[in-house]
């Protein structure tokens, strides 16, 4: 069949007087099909008019569609029962030409970055062989949206805290960051809404503050906005993962470092370049990073147990056997676990990844062997109180006695006291106590909560008739 170019031509050629046979030679043509187009007058291709089984059923195959919620299978099953010739070839191509269940696609779009303008942030769940055993992981990618340079790690779960820790990394491999990160709409991130409405936790909010850009999410659905960062994902499964050995989670970063470095060095076709070339003449446009990154971590709090562990994430790491049933502070930070008593930090351990119902012990938080707490001996508590507080010696052995025990717990509560209050108020209350004989510590906190409310908190009073001595008023 003649294409329309070619009857235009055969046109063009009639109109200037050309015979059919000259026509015909010129263009490499039937003389019959140069007629038939001169006798049309019209350079559109006709529409051949074919007759097709499934005409006759496109009622009862919309009728089946609907029936059978798309499925063109049973749709197919549904007519043939009913007597249709049709293979189940015809009618996907009839459905094809007619539109039924299929609808046209619509042209991907493309979207342009100026350098440090935006940078992508996603994850990815896969599963990967670490020192011989398959586990699940999270990918977690960021990616400069003008010179794609990526970076990324890989975690054992995927929380507020790993995000931050990842992502004060990544923009330490960047050196800056760009003015806006775009992100799915993660719970990690997201407080409420979704895309142009999202709003960010207050505490992701002023994370991206401190390092100088804002959180923004695409629309539902919308995965094509962070194209940049997901098509990496891919990449990542078949070309990083395949092949490779990990002893541990320190040395599968560490090779995703690597990894990340070969291939932001290397030439790509795509780009024309490498990555590292394109950052060149993006790295100058980024956010500064602050002066001082301080490290990230959670705070928990935790009571040393009697065994002397604090229990974290299933994990159980060893606290100075002193410090039994004290509070303390427990910093998890990405590497390590540190214990604080106070301001003081008393333990340090490496932090364990994976919830194992392990236990860390460091042999100096355990007394020496056959030197255990003396049972019959002086408590540590006591000790510390008189030498706090050496105006205490008559007023312990008294609350010793008429408490439960060794008088362990009442002790540590008083070692409390004389570490939160004034001594003042604090010995005048105890000295009163022991006057009368009294050894319950609420009554005796009571007392020197009120002796506190009155000395130390002094409401100014009032001038009348609206004197005021600071200034001079008379």
Partial sequence: MLDQSQRLAILELHKKGASVRSISNALGVSRDAVSEVIERGSAEVPRLERHELAEPWRDEILAQYASCKGNLVRVHEEIKRQGAGLSYQALTAFCRRHGIGHE?????????FAPGEEMQHDTSPHR???????KAIQIVSLVLCFSRMIFFQIYARFTRFECKVFLTEALQYFGGSASRAMIDNTHVVVLRGAGASMVPVPEMAAFGERFGFQFVAHEVGDANRSARVENPFNWIQKNFLPGRRFEDWDDLNRQARLWCDEKNAAHSDKLHASRREL???EQHLLKPLPIWIPEV?????????AEGYVNLQRVRYSAPYQLI???????????RVDIYEGPRRVASHKRVVEPIDKRITDPTHRPPRGQGRNKNGPLPEEAELLKAQPKLASYLPRLKKHASGRGTLALRRLLK???DYPETPL????????????FDLDRLERMVLK???TDYFVLPVEKEDGHDEENGDE
């Fill in 451 to 453: 002796q506190i409310a």
């Fill in 128 to 134: 990967v062989t670490i020192g011989g055993v398959e």
């Fill in 297 to 305: 971590y959670v705070l928990h709090h935790r009571v040393v147990d």
């Fill in 325 to 335: 049933g004290r509070d303390v502070e427990v910093r998890e930070l990405k590497d």
């Fill in 279 to 281: 950052f060149v003449a």
């Fill in 104 to 112: 046209p696609k619509e042209p991907a779009g493309r979207y342009d």
């Fill in 417 to 419: 006291m004389v570490h």
């Fill in 427 to 438: 010995m005048t209350a105890v000295s009163r106590a022991e006057q009368y004989g009294l």
